[in-house]
T-cell receptor, first 111, second 116 residues
Framework: DAKTTQPPSMDCAEGRAANLPCNHS???????VYWYRQIHSQGPQYIIH???NNETNEMASLIITEDRKSSTLILPHATLRDTAVYYC????????????FGTGTRLTIIP | EPEVTQTPSHQVTQMGQEVILRCVPI?????FYWYRQILGQKVEFLVS????????KSEIFDDQFSVERPDGSNFTLKIRSTKLEDSAMYFC??????????????FGPGTRLTVL
């Protein structure tokens, strides 16, 4: 699995867009970019994934650069409940593939 | 919305004792996983399970660990003789509904295991 690099922490004001970057310069052509988050000590929660096109769902948007070496997760209107550790993971897009978690980005939403 | 459930939420045991952690994956999912997270550390993969057998296991998953799907709904992790360093949060996950694809894994709330 490709290694990903994320800033250790970020702050964002409540109501603003939170933009979380991730570098994955060694990602292979078949690996997708997955984002999960972990609120306090709860189980990780799937957010979104993509291969090369930008993706959007009810939780977030994912912007992947054309060379696929980096991506940005966007939470459009951050709330206090979005305070969590966010993980960017490169993974093949089939079942039975283990997830390799790094240390992620600790996002703190400031009231 | 279907979810992964785990019991118990907290298990305290003495070193050397056997523990069984239980999980009920999402009912139509095909792949099952156990991960653990020692306090303050990363989430670590332990084992994946498909079609009633282990697909992959990590170095952590030694002979003291075993997994089983005893019926159509439960998925268990057994630690035969617990050690102090087994103290951690253990997360179960499941993925891929029948006919589906992808690696969106859905995690349970975890079992906090404390070994004294």
């Amino acid at each position: 699995d490709a290694k990903t690099t994320q800033p250790p922490s970020m702050d964002c004001a409540e109501g603003r867009a939170a933009n979380l970057p991730c570098n994955h310069s060694t990602i292979s052509g078949n690996e997708y970019v997955y984002w999960y988050r972990q609120i306090h000590s709860q189980g990780p929660q799937y957010i979104i994934h993509g291969l090369k096109n930008n993706e959007t769902n009810e939780m977030a948007s994912l912007i992947i650069t054309e060379d696929r070496k980096s991506s940005t997760l966007i939470l459009p209107h951050a709330t206090l409940r979005d305070t969590a550790v966010y993980y960017c993971i490169a993974s093949y897009h089939f079942g039975n593939e283990k997830l390799t978690f790094g240390t992620g980005t600790r996002l703190t939403i400031i009231p | 919305e279907p979810e992964v459930t785990q019991t118990p939420s907290h298990q305290v045991t003495q070193m050397g004792q056997e523990v069984i952690l239980r999980c009920v994956p999402i009912s139509n999912h095909l792949y099952f996983y156990w991960y653990r997270q020692i306090l303050g550390q990363k989430v670590e993969f332990l084992v994946s399970f498909y079609n009633n057998e282990i697909s992959e296991k990590s170095e952590i998953f030694d002979d003291q660990f075993s997994v089983e799907r005893p019926d159509g709904s439960n998925f268990t992790l057994k630690i035969r003789s617990t050690k102090l360093e087994d103290s951690a949060m253990y997360f179960c996950a499941s993925s891929v509904p029948r006919g589906g694809r992808g690696n969106e894994q859905f995690f349970g709330p975890g079992t906090r295991l404390t070994v004294l």
